[in-house]
C-alpha cells in the first residue's frame, strides 16, 4: 500500500465520519461575513468587544502611527526576540500590561508585582511554558481539567519526562482534584485550567482552586484566560480579576487573539519564571517576534481597556439572553448545560451526532447566520454542537433573530 492510498482512505474516512474540514472562502464586512455575496452575521468568531470591525478605532490608530512617519513601527521583526526582534514596542507593551495587572489591585486584594511576558500567540504559549517549567529536575505532576484547550494538552506531553507525569480530573470536579493533591507525593504539583472554557463557556471556580492551592505548599496554579480577557473584570484582565484571586495564579495566560481583535500572547509570572523562560521555552526562542506594528496596536486597545466597560455589560446582557434561550433548547435535546452562574459570551447549543449539528448550520446560514459545527475531536464524542458566540457588535435585533433560529 502507498502513502498516497493510505492518505486518500484516511481522508475518506474523515468524510464518512461527517469529520472532514475544508477552509472557508469569505469576506468580512463588519459583524457580517460575506459568503458567495451572501450576507451572514458573524456568530463563530471571537471578537468579544466587535473591535475587530470598528473603523473608527482602526482610523485614530493610524492617524496617531504616521504623525510621525520615520518612526513608524516596522512591519516585520526579522527575527526572535533574543536576536534582534525585542524591540521597543514590544518592551513597551510588557511594561504596560504589567501597570494593567497592577489597575487591578482592590482593597481587597494586594498584589504583588508579577512580570508579564509577550509571546506569538496563545498556542506558543501554551505549547512552551509548561515543558520549560518542567525542565527542572523536580518531581511533578500536572494535574489538568478534562477540558482544556488542545494546545494545553500539546503543552502537557511535551512536559512527560522521568520527573514528570500528569493527570486529567474530570472537568470542573474539585473534589476530585482535592483527592488527586492529597495522594501524591510529587514534590511539585500544577494544576491546569481555563478560565471560561472554549467549547462550553462555562467557568472554573478559582477561589475553589485557589482554595486547594492555599492547603498544599506544593501546588502552583496555571490559568489560561484566552476567552476571559477583555470580557470579565472592571478593568477587563479576566475571570481573575472578577473573582479577586489573581494573587493566587502562579502562571497567568492571556491573548491578544481574541477580544483585543490583535494577535499574540501573555504570561505573567514572576520574575525568575520569566528569566527561566526566556531561557528554556522553545517556542519564544526560536520563533521571529511578531511585526512591531502588531505590538503598537495592542499597546493601544491595551490603553483603552479599562475603558470599554460599556461594552462588556452589553456584552453580558446580551449573552445571557441567548444562554437561556439556548439553556432550554439543549434540556429539550436531553443536553443539559452545566450551570454557570458566570455570563460568557460562548454559548454550546449541543446536537449530538456530526449529522445533527452540520445540518443545523446549514439550516442557520439559509437563515442569514454564520454559525460553525463543531465536532470531534475539537469536542467528546455525541457532543457535536453549534458554538455560537456573541460581540458587542451584535444589535438587540440580531440577538432576537438568533433567539427564534433556536
Known amino acids: 500500500m502507498t502513502f498516497s492510498y493510505a492518505l486518500a482512505s484516511a481522508l475518506a474516512a474523515l468524510k464518512n465520519k461527517q469529520q472532514y474540514r475544508q477552509l472557508p472562502t469569505w469576506q468580512h464586512s463588519e459583524r457580517f461575513i460575506l459568503d458567495s455575496k451572501k450576507r451572514l452575521l458573524n456568530v463563530a468568531s471571537n471578537d468579544y468587544l466587535g473591535l475587530s470591525t470598528d473603523r473608527k478605532l482602526q482610523a485614530e490608530f493610524f492617524a496617531a502611527m504616521t504623525e510621525n512617519f520615520d518612526n513608524l513601527p516596522k512591519m516585520s521583526a526579522v527575527s526572535s526576540r533574543l536576536i534582534t526582534g525585542n524591540s521597543d514596542e514590544l518592551q513597551q507593551l510588557e511594561a504596560d500590561l504589567e501597570a494593567w495587572y497592577l489597575s487591578a489591585s482592590t482593597e481587597n486584594q494586594s498584589l504583588n508585582k508579577k512580570s508579564a511576558l509577550v509571546i506569538n500567540s496563545g498556542y506558543h504559549a501554551n505549547l512552551g511554558i509548561l515543558p520549560a517549567l518542567t525542565s527542572i529536575n523536580m518531581p511533578t505532576l500536572i494535574l489538568a481539567d478534562k477540558l482544556v484547550h488542545a494546545s494545553l494538552i500539546d503543552g502537557i506531553k511535551l512536559s512527560q519526562c522521568r520527573h514528570c507525569s500528569y493527570r486529567r480530573y474530570r472537568h470542573n ?19 491546569v485550567t481555563e478560565s471560561i472554557f472554549s467549547m462550553d463557556g462555562d467557568c472554573a471556580d478559582l477561589p475553589k482552586l485557589a482554595a486547594i492551592k492555599a492547603q498544599d505548599a506544593r501546588v502552583e496554579l496555571y490559568v489560561d484566560e484566552a476567552h476571559a480577557v477583555g470580557v470579565l473584570g472592571n478593568q477587563g ?73 460599556a461594552k462588556r455589560e452589553y456584552l453580558a446582557q446580551i449573552s445571557a439572553k441567548l444562554y437561556h434561550a439556548a439553556a432550554k433548547n439543549n434540556q429539550d435535546n436531553g443536553m443539559a448545560l452545566a450551570d454557570n452562574p ?54 438587540e435585533e440580531d440577538v432576537a433573530r438568533l433567539i427564534t433560529m433556536l
Open 237 to 309: 484582565l479576566g475571570l481573575g480579576e472578577l473573582t479577586g484571586t489573581l494573587a493566587d495564579i502562579d502562571y497567568l495566560v492571556g491573548t491578544f487573539g481574541k477580544a483585543f481583535a490583535s494577535v499574540g500572547a501573555y504570561v505573567f509570572c514572576d520574575d525568575m519564571i520569566k528569566d527561566w523562560l526566556v531561557n528554556q521555552m522553545r517556542p519564544l526562542i526560536f520563533s521571529t517576534a511578531l511585526p512591531p506594528m502588531n505590538h503598537a496596536w495592542s499597546r493601544f486597545i491595551l490603553a483603552k481597556m479599562p475603558d470599554f466597560a
Open 173 to 191: 470536579d474539585y473534589e476530585q482534584l482535592a483527592t488527586m493533591v492529597a495522594q501524591s507525593d510529587a514534590q511539585r504539583i500544577i494544576i
Open 342 to 395: 458566570i455570563t460568557t459570551p460562548i454559548i454550546p447549543y449541543i446536537l449530538g451526532s456530526n449529522e445533527r449539528a452540520l445540518q443545523k448550520a446549514a439550516t442557520f446560514k439559509a437563515a442569514g447566520f454564520y454559525v460553525q459545527a463543531i465536532r470531534p475531536p475539537t469536542v467528546p464524542v455525541n457532543t457535536s454542537r453549534l458554538r455560537l458566540v456573541m460581540t458587542a457588535a451584535m444589535s
